[in-house]
């Protein structure tokens, strides 16, 4: 955000973080309805882990393309 220059570009930016953001929870709350009450934990670590491991994915791979980019 301190390199955008823009602020209408900041605030776009916001926009689709909020949407994002929204996405763990309406698919934790589309699961809750078709898990058994009993297995919901289970799910629910399982998304909180799938999101965790995507977020280190994605940093890892960005990581690398970025330079690629400067070239």
């Known amino acids: 955000m ?12 916001t926009i689709f973080i909020v949407v994002v953001g ?13 898990v058994p009450p009993a297995e919901q934990g289970q799910v629910f670590a399982f998304v909180a882990m799938g999101q965790c491991l995507t977020a280190l994915l994605a940093s890892v791979i960005f990581n690398n393309i970025y330079p690629e980019t400067l070239r």
């Not at 301190?2 to 930016?13: M, P």
């Not at 929204?22 to 078709?34: D, E, H, Q, T, V």
């Open 2 to 13: 301190i390199a955008i220059d823009n602020a209408v570009t900041i605030w776009l930016s």
């Open 22 to 34: 929204l996405c763990g929870g309406s698919a934790r709350g589309f699961l809750s309805k078709i």
